[in-house]
Protein backbone atom coordinates (compact mmCIF):
# COMPACT_ATOMS: atom_id res chain seq x y z
CA UNK A 1 0.00 0.00 0.00
CA UNK A 2 2.88 2.27 0.23
CA UNK A 3 2.31 3.64 -3.58
CA UNK A 4 -0.87 5.60 -2.30
CA UNK A 5 -0.74 8.88 -2.78
CA UNK A 6 -0.85 10.94 0.33
CA UNK A 7 -3.41 13.66 0.81
CA UNK A 8 -2.61 16.37 3.39
CA UNK A 9 -5.84 16.03 6.68
CA UNK A 10 -6.52 17.71 9.12
CA UNK A 11 -8.46 16.51 12.30
CA UNK A 12 -10.69 19.19 13.72
CA UNK A 13 -11.81 18.46 17.29
CA UNK A 14 -9.23 15.86 17.70
CA UNK A 15 -9.04 15.71 21.25
CA UNK A 16 -12.89 14.01 21.31
CA UNK A 17 -14.01 10.56 21.38
CA UNK A 18 -14.63 10.26 17.68
CA UNK A 19 -11.24 12.44 17.04
CA UNK A 20 -9.04 10.32 18.81
CA UNK A 21 -10.01 7.29 17.13
CA UNK A 22 -9.58 9.57 13.59
CA UNK A 23 -5.95 10.05 15.28
CA UNK A 24 -5.39 6.34 15.52
CA UNK A 25 -6.90 5.50 12.07
CA UNK A 26 -5.21 8.28 10.27
CA UNK A 27 -2.04 7.93 11.50
CA UNK A 28 -1.03 4.50 10.63
CA UNK A 29 -2.92 5.18 7.01
CA UNK A 30 -0.68 4.92 4.01
CA UNK A 31 -2.62 7.70 2.23
CA UNK A 32 -2.77 10.65 4.91
CA UNK A 33 -0.60 12.63 5.88
CA UNK A 34 -1.77 14.31 8.92
CA UNK A 35 -0.73 17.79 9.04
CA UNK A 36 -3.20 19.34 11.60
CA UNK A 37 -4.80 18.59 14.76
CA UNK A 38 -7.01 20.79 16.91
CA UNK A 39 -7.78 21.17 20.09
CA UNK A 40 -8.97 24.74 21.80
CA UNK A 41 -8.09 23.47 25.33
CA UNK A 42 -4.76 21.58 24.23
CA UNK A 43 -3.77 24.51 21.85
CA UNK A 44 0.19 24.05 21.59
CA UNK A 45 0.65 21.04 23.41
CA UNK A 46 2.41 18.03 21.80
CA UNK A 47 0.21 15.18 20.24
CA UNK A 48 1.94 12.65 22.71
CA UNK A 49 1.98 14.63 25.64
CA UNK A 50 -2.20 14.88 25.40
CA UNK A 51 -2.36 11.48 24.71
CA UNK A 52 0.81 9.01 25.76
CA UNK A 53 -0.99 5.99 23.88
CA UNK A 54 0.08 7.46 20.58
CA UNK A 55 3.97 7.17 21.19
CA UNK A 56 4.66 4.26 19.02
CA UNK A 57 2.39 6.15 15.96
CA UNK A 58 4.41 6.96 12.97
CA UNK A 59 4.29 10.47 12.30
CA UNK A 60 3.19 11.25 16.18
CA UNK A 61 6.39 12.63 17.98
CA UNK A 62 6.19 15.98 15.63
CA UNK A 63 2.25 16.29 16.10
CA UNK A 64 1.01 19.44 18.27
CA UNK A 65 -2.64 20.13 18.90
CA UNK A 66 -3.40 23.61 17.46
CA UNK A 67 -6.27 26.17 17.65
CA UNK A 68 -6.32 28.00 14.15
CA UNK A 69 -9.12 30.38 12.99
CA UNK A 70 -11.39 28.28 10.52
CA UNK A 71 -9.93 30.97 7.70
CA UNK A 72 -6.29 30.20 9.35
CA UNK A 73 -7.17 26.49 8.34
CA UNK A 74 -8.50 27.15 5.23
CA UNK A 75 -5.70 28.23 4.08
CA UNK A 76 -3.00 25.91 5.04
CA UNK A 77 -2.98 23.62 2.53
CA UNK A 78 -4.75 21.24 3.77
CA UNK A 79 -7.33 19.36 1.16
CA UNK A 80 -9.19 17.14 3.33
CA UNK A 81 -10.60 18.02 6.92
CA UNK A 82 -12.77 15.12 9.35
CA UNK A 83 -14.85 17.41 11.41
CA UNK A 84 -15.21 15.71 14.96
CA UNK A 85 -17.43 18.56 16.29
CA UNK A 86 -20.62 19.37 18.02
CA UNK A 87 -23.04 19.80 15.71
CA UNK A 88 -23.81 23.28 14.92
CA UNK A 89 -20.19 24.07 15.61
CA UNK A 90 -19.17 21.67 12.67
CA UNK A 91 -21.45 23.93 10.01
CA UNK A 92 -19.27 26.91 11.21
CA UNK A 93 -16.16 25.54 10.01
CA UNK A 94 -17.73 23.55 6.70
CA UNK A 95 -18.69 26.08 4.97
CA UNK A 96 -15.19 28.29 4.62
CA UNK A 97 -13.49 25.14 4.45
CA UNK A 98 -15.66 23.93 1.39
CA UNK A 99 -15.60 27.66 -0.17
CA UNK A 100 -11.36 27.10 -0.45
CA UNK A 101 -12.00 23.86 -1.89
CA UNK A 102 -11.30 21.74 1.03
CA UNK A 103 -12.93 18.23 1.13
CA UNK A 104 -14.99 18.00 3.98
CA UNK A 105 -15.70 14.73 5.93
CA UNK A 106 -18.35 16.11 8.83
CA UNK A 107 -19.02 13.62 11.93
CA UNK A 108 -21.46 15.91 13.03
CA UNK A 109 -25.40 15.85 12.03
CA UNK A 110 -24.97 19.07 10.53
CA UNK A 111 -25.64 18.17 6.83
CA UNK A 112 -27.15 14.42 7.42
CA UNK A 113 -30.71 16.00 6.55
CA UNK A 114 -31.40 16.84 3.19
CA UNK A 115 -33.95 19.94 4.48
CA UNK A 116 -33.09 22.78 7.34
CA UNK A 117 -36.82 22.65 8.44
CA UNK A 118 -36.14 19.03 9.59
CA UNK A 119 -33.24 20.13 11.30
CA UNK A 120 -34.86 22.79 12.87
CA UNK A 121 -37.64 20.77 14.34
CA UNK A 122 -35.06 17.99 15.56
CA UNK A 123 -31.82 20.06 16.44
CA UNK A 124 -33.89 22.98 17.92
CA UNK A 125 -32.20 25.34 16.43
CA UNK A 126 -31.88 26.94 12.82
CA UNK A 127 -29.78 25.48 10.14
CA UNK A 128 -26.45 27.38 10.27
CA UNK A 129 -25.36 26.66 6.43
CA UNK A 130 -28.64 25.84 4.88
CA UNK A 131 -27.06 26.38 1.27
CA UNK A 132 -24.90 23.70 1.61
CA UNK A 133 -26.99 21.14 2.31
CA UNK A 134 -27.49 20.29 -1.11
CA UNK A 135 -23.85 19.54 -1.34
CA UNK A 136 -23.69 17.04 1.04
CA UNK A 137 -24.13 13.41 0.32
CA UNK A 138 -25.49 11.16 3.23
CA UNK A 139 -21.65 8.85 4.08
CA UNK A 140 -23.27 5.65 4.28
CA UNK A 141 -20.90 3.68 2.24
CA UNK A 142 -22.41 0.61 1.61
CA UNK A 143 -25.39 2.60 0.20
CA UNK A 144 -24.18 5.48 -1.72
CA UNK A 145 -20.40 4.40 -2.58
CA UNK A 146 -20.61 6.35 -6.20
CA UNK A 147 -22.02 9.44 -4.78
CA UNK A 148 -19.84 9.76 -2.01
CA UNK A 149 -16.79 9.47 -4.25
CA UNK A 150 -17.73 12.57 -6.06
CA UNK A 151 -18.60 14.55 -2.94
CA UNK A 152 -17.50 17.72 -1.65
CA UNK A 153 -19.17 17.45 1.71
CA UNK A 154 -20.15 13.96 3.04
CA UNK A 155 -21.98 13.90 5.68
CA UNK A 156 -20.82 10.73 7.80
CA UNK A 157 -24.06 9.26 9.80
CA UNK A 158 -25.02 9.17 13.42
CA UNK A 159 -23.98 5.94 15.59
CA UNK A 160 -27.47 4.81 16.18
CA UNK A 161 -28.62 5.16 12.58
CA UNK A 162 -25.81 3.01 10.91
CA UNK A 163 -26.67 0.09 12.89
CA UNK A 164 -30.56 0.42 11.89
CA UNK A 165 -30.37 1.50 8.56
CA UNK A 166 -27.71 -1.17 7.53
CA UNK A 167 -29.96 -3.85 8.33
CA UNK A 168 -32.74 -1.91 7.24
CA UNK A 169 -32.55 -0.24 3.89
CA UNK A 170 -32.54 -3.48 1.57
CA UNK A 171 -35.35 -5.09 3.07
CA UNK A 172 -37.40 -1.58 3.29
CA UNK A 173 -36.52 -1.13 -0.76
CA UNK A 174 -37.53 -4.64 -1.31
CA UNK A 175 -40.63 -4.24 0.29
CA UNK A 176 -40.21 -7.64 2.37
CA UNK A 177 -41.47 -5.69 5.63
CA UNK A 178 -43.87 -3.18 6.36
CA UNK A 179 -42.35 -0.42 6.73
CA UNK A 180 -45.06 1.11 9.14
CA UNK A 181 -44.32 -1.59 11.81
CA UNK A 182 -41.00 -0.80 12.65
CA UNK A 183 -39.78 -0.87 16.26
CA UNK A 184 -36.01 -0.66 17.07
CA UNK A 185 -34.51 -0.90 20.59
CA UNK A 186 -30.73 0.33 20.64
CA UNK A 187 -28.07 0.13 23.43
CA UNK A 188 -25.23 2.35 23.48
CA UNK A 189 -22.02 2.50 24.97
CA UNK A 190 -21.68 5.83 27.10
CA UNK A 191 -18.46 7.26 24.63
CA UNK A 192 -21.88 7.92 22.23
CA UNK A 193 -22.26 10.98 24.04
CA UNK A 194 -19.24 12.41 24.09
CA UNK A 195 -16.23 13.41 26.04
CA UNK A 196 -17.68 15.91 27.63
CA UNK A 197 -19.39 14.89 30.13
CA UNK A 198 -23.12 15.55 32.22
CA UNK A 199 -24.06 14.56 35.67
CA UNK A 200 -26.37 11.73 34.39
CA UNK A 201 -23.03 10.40 32.13
CA UNK A 202 -20.73 9.86 35.35
CA UNK A 203 -19.30 6.64 36.16
CA UNK A 204 -20.74 6.55 38.99
CA UNK A 205 -24.37 7.24 37.79
CA UNK A 206 -23.80 4.98 34.47
CA UNK A 207 -22.25 1.87 36.12
CA UNK A 208 -24.52 -1.24 37.14
CA UNK A 209 -27.39 0.81 35.62
CA UNK A 210 -29.29 0.64 32.43
CA UNK A 211 -31.93 3.18 31.03
CA UNK A 212 -34.01 4.55 28.07
CA UNK A 213 -33.61 7.75 27.34
CA UNK A 214 -34.55 10.15 24.35
CA UNK A 215 -38.10 8.92 24.00
CA UNK A 216 -40.77 10.36 22.26
CA UNK A 217 -38.30 11.54 19.59
CA UNK A 218 -34.34 11.25 19.48
CA UNK A 219 -32.95 13.53 16.80
CA UNK A 220 -31.53 10.17 15.12
CA UNK A 221 -35.27 9.70 13.56
CA UNK A 222 -35.25 12.27 11.65
CA UNK A 223 -32.00 11.11 9.35
CA UNK A 224 -33.25 7.18 9.84
CA UNK A 225 -36.90 8.57 8.56
CA UNK A 226 -35.41 10.56 5.51
CA UNK A 227 -33.26 7.73 4.42
CA UNK A 228 -35.98 4.66 5.21
CA UNK A 229 -38.03 7.25 3.09
CA UNK A 230 -36.17 7.21 -0.15
CA UNK A 231 -35.59 3.58 0.39
CA UNK A 232 -39.17 2.99 0.90
CA UNK A 233 -40.13 5.34 -1.64
CA UNK A 234 -42.84 6.38 0.64
CA UNK A 235 -43.41 8.05 3.78
CA UNK A 236 -41.76 6.14 7.03
CA UNK A 237 -42.37 6.84 10.56
CA UNK A 238 -40.64 4.18 13.12
CA UNK A 239 -40.31 3.92 16.77
CA UNK A 240 -36.85 4.57 18.09
CA UNK A 241 -36.46 3.35 21.67
CA UNK A 242 -32.18 4.30 22.91
CA UNK A 243 -30.77 2.90 26.27
CA UNK A 244 -27.33 3.69 27.79
CA UNK A 245 -25.76 0.76 28.50
CA UNK A 246 -22.75 0.43 31.20
CA UNK A 247 -20.37 -0.05 28.38
CA UNK A 248 -17.12 2.45 26.97
CA UNK A 249 -17.89 1.62 23.18
CA UNK A 250 -20.29 -0.39 20.98
CA UNK A 251 -24.35 -0.36 20.24
CA UNK A 252 -26.31 -3.30 20.18
CA UNK A 253 -29.79 -3.03 17.89
CA UNK A 254 -32.57 -4.78 17.81
CA UNK A 255 -35.01 -4.66 15.40
CA UNK A 256 -38.83 -5.89 14.93
CA UNK A 257 -40.95 -5.08 11.87
CA UNK A 258 -44.10 -7.70 10.26
CA UNK A 259 -43.16 -9.59 7.08
CA UNK A 260 -44.95 -8.34 4.15
CA UNK A 261 -47.53 -10.84 2.53
CA UNK A 262 -45.21 -10.78 -0.46
CA UNK A 263 -42.35 -12.48 1.92
CA UNK A 264 -43.42 -15.95 2.51
CA UNK A 265 -39.46 -17.41 3.06
CA UNK A 266 -36.90 -16.35 5.08
CA UNK A 267 -35.07 -17.14 1.77
CA UNK A 268 -36.09 -13.96 0.42
CA UNK A 269 -34.88 -11.86 3.66
CA UNK A 270 -31.18 -13.67 3.38
CA UNK A 271 -31.23 -13.91 -0.68
CA UNK A 272 -31.71 -9.53 -0.49
CA UNK A 273 -29.55 -8.57 1.95
CA UNK A 274 -26.95 -11.21 0.37
CA UNK A 275 -27.54 -9.15 -2.96
CA UNK A 276 -26.68 -5.85 -1.36
CA UNK A 277 -24.27 -6.83 1.01
CA UNK A 278 -21.98 -9.49 -1.04
CA UNK A 279 -19.11 -7.14 -2.14
CA UNK A 280 -19.13 -4.77 1.28
CA UNK A 281 -16.07 -5.87 3.19
CA UNK A 282 -17.99 -4.36 6.53
CA UNK A 283 -21.00 -5.92 6.77
CA UNK A 284 -20.72 -9.38 8.33
CA UNK A 285 -24.28 -10.91 7.78
CA UNK A 286 -24.34 -13.58 10.14
CA UNK A 287 -27.53 -15.28 9.25
CA UNK A 288 -30.86 -16.59 10.13
CA UNK A 289 -30.79 -17.15 13.91
CA UNK A 290 -27.26 -15.58 14.14
CA UNK A 291 -26.63 -13.08 17.17
CA UNK A 292 -24.40 -10.47 17.14
CA UNK A 293 -22.28 -9.36 19.85
CA UNK A 294 -20.43 -5.45 21.27
CA UNK A 295 -17.51 -7.43 21.39
CA UNK A 296 -16.57 -9.19 18.14
CA UNK A 297 -17.11 -5.45 16.41
CA UNK A 298 -15.13 -3.45 18.86
CA UNK A 299 -12.21 -1.11 17.74
CA UNK A 300 -13.26 -2.57 14.20
CA UNK A 301 -15.77 -1.21 10.99
CA UNK A 302 -17.71 -4.47 11.07
CA UNK A 303 -21.34 -3.96 11.36
CA UNK A 304 -22.98 -7.50 12.13
CA UNK A 305 -26.25 -8.50 11.62
CA UNK A 306 -28.60 -11.39 12.71
CA UNK A 307 -32.12 -12.36 12.08
CA UNK A 308 -34.23 -14.04 13.27
CA UNK A 309 -38.44 -15.10 12.52
CA UNK A 310 -41.22 -16.42 14.66
CA UNK A 311 -43.78 -17.35 12.40
CA UNK A 312 -46.54 -17.43 15.45
CA UNK A 313 -46.16 -13.79 15.33
CA UNK A 314 -45.30 -13.15 11.90
CA UNK A 315 -41.99 -10.98 12.91
CA UNK A 316 -39.12 -10.52 11.85
CA UNK A 317 -36.28 -9.79 14.47
CA UNK A 318 -33.19 -8.11 12.95
CA UNK A 319 -30.14 -7.57 15.27
CA UNK A 320 -26.95 -6.03 14.87
CA UNK A 321 -23.89 -5.02 16.46
CA UNK A 322 -20.82 -1.93 15.90
CA UNK A 323 -18.77 0.12 17.49
CA UNK A 324 -20.23 3.42 18.30
CA UNK A 325 -16.87 5.33 17.42
CA UNK A 326 -15.57 2.97 14.69
CA UNK A 327 -18.44 2.05 12.26
CA UNK A 328 -20.70 4.48 13.97
CA UNK A 329 -18.19 7.58 13.60
CA UNK A 330 -14.70 7.91 12.99
CA UNK A 331 -13.67 4.63 10.49
CA UNK A 332 -17.22 4.77 8.71
CA UNK A 333 -15.58 8.53 7.76
CA UNK A 334 -12.20 7.42 6.74
CA UNK A 335 -14.19 4.54 4.70
CA UNK A 336 -15.99 7.62 2.79
CA UNK A 337 -12.84 9.30 2.79
CA UNK A 338 -10.85 6.14 0.81
CA UNK A 339 -14.26 6.23 -1.49
CA UNK A 340 -13.06 10.15 -1.93
CA UNK A 341 -9.44 9.05 -2.93
CA UNK A 342 -10.52 6.15 -5.22
CA UNK A 343 -8.20 3.54 -3.58
CA UNK A 344 -9.50 0.09 -1.93
CA UNK A 345 -12.11 1.01 0.92
CA UNK A 346 -10.37 -1.05 3.27
CA UNK A 347 -7.35 1.03 3.33
CA UNK A 348 -6.43 1.67 6.85
CA UNK A 349 -9.49 -0.16 8.28
CA UNK A 350 -8.35 -3.06 8.60
N1 LIG B 1 -19.39 9.76 20.23
C1 LIG B 1 -19.99 9.07 19.28
O1 LIG B 1 -20.24 7.85 19.42
C2 LIG B 1 -20.38 9.71 17.99
C3 LIG B 1 -20.26 11.07 17.79
N2 LIG B 1 -20.67 11.64 16.61
C4 LIG B 1 -20.60 13.07 16.40
O2 LIG B 1 -19.24 13.44 16.16
C5 LIG B 1 -18.98 14.73 16.70
C6 LIG B 1 -17.87 14.60 17.74
O3 LIG B 1 -18.35 13.74 18.77
P1 LIG B 1 -17.47 13.28 19.99
O4 LIG B 1 -16.13 12.88 19.54
O5 LIG B 1 -18.30 12.33 20.75
O6 LIG B 1 -17.37 14.68 20.79
P2 LIG B 1 -16.45 15.12 22.01
O7 LIG B 1 -17.29 15.98 22.87
O8 LIG B 1 -15.82 13.91 22.61
O9 LIG B 1 -15.31 16.00 21.30
C7 LIG B 1 -15.59 17.24 20.70
C8 LIG B 1 -14.31 17.83 20.10
O10 LIG B 1 -14.61 19.09 19.53
C9 LIG B 1 -13.78 20.12 20.13
N3 LIG B 1 -14.67 21.28 20.27
C10 LIG B 1 -15.77 21.38 21.04
N4 LIG B 1 -16.38 22.57 20.88
C11 LIG B 1 -15.62 23.25 19.97
C12 LIG B 1 -15.72 24.54 19.39
N5 LIG B 1 -16.71 25.40 19.71
N6 LIG B 1 -14.78 24.92 18.49
C13 LIG B 1 -13.76 24.09 18.16
N7 LIG B 1 -13.60 22.86 18.71
C14 LIG B 1 -14.53 22.44 19.59
C15 LIG B 1 -13.32 19.53 21.45
O11 LIG B 1 -12.02 19.97 21.83
P3 LIG B 1 -11.72 21.35 22.57
O12 LIG B 1 -12.84 21.60 23.53
O13 LIG B 1 -10.38 21.15 23.22
O14 LIG B 1 -11.64 22.37 21.48
C16 LIG B 1 -13.20 18.05 21.10
O15 LIG B 1 -11.96 17.78 20.47
C17 LIG B 1 -20.31 15.21 17.31
O16 LIG B 1 -21.00 16.00 16.39
C18 LIG B 1 -21.04 13.91 17.59
O17 LIG B 1 -22.41 14.11 17.64
C19 LIG B 1 -21.14 10.87 15.59
C20 LIG B 1 -21.27 9.52 15.72
C21 LIG B 1 -20.93 8.85 16.95
C1 LIG C 1 -25.16 7.43 24.53
C2 LIG C 1 -25.53 8.74 23.91
O1 LIG C 1 -25.84 9.71 24.60
N1 LIG C 1 -25.53 8.80 22.59
C3 LIG C 1 -25.79 10.00 21.86
C4 LIG C 1 -25.55 9.64 20.45
C5 LIG C 1 -25.58 10.86 19.63
C6 LIG C 1 -24.41 11.08 18.73
O2 LIG C 1 -23.38 10.53 18.76
O3 LIG C 1 -24.69 12.05 17.93
P1 LIG C 1 -24.62 12.08 16.38
O4 LIG C 1 -24.35 10.69 15.90
O5 LIG C 1 -25.94 12.58 15.95
O6 LIG C 1 -23.58 13.02 16.01
C7 LIG C 1 -27.23 10.49 22.05
O7 LIG C 1 -28.14 9.70 22.20
O8 LIG C 1 -27.44 11.72 21.95
Sequence with gaps: MSDVEKAKVAVVGASGYSGIELLRILLKHPGVDLTTVTSRQNAGKSLVEVLPQFKAYPGADGLKFTSPSVHELAKS???????ALPHGVAAEYAVPLFEAGVKVI???????????????????????????????????????????????????????????????????????????????????????????????????????????????????????????TIAARKPVKITFIPHLVPITQ????????????????????????????????????????????????????????????????????????EDNLWKGAAAQSVQSFNLMRRIDETTGLL
Excluded at 77 to 83: S, T
Excluded at 187 to 200: E, H, L, Y
Excluded at 263 to 286: D, G, H, W
Design 250 to 321: GICTTIVAELAPRCTSMSQVEAVLEAVYRNAPFVRLLGNGGFPDTRHVRQTNFVDIGWHHDPRTKRLVLTSA
Design 106 to 228: DLSADFRLNEASVYREFYDKVHPAPALLKEAVYGLPEIRAKEIANARIVASPGCYPTSMLLPLIPLVRSGLIESNTIVVNSMSGVSGAGRSAAIPLLFAECNESVRPYGLPRHRHLSEVEQEL
Design 77 to 83: GIEFAFL
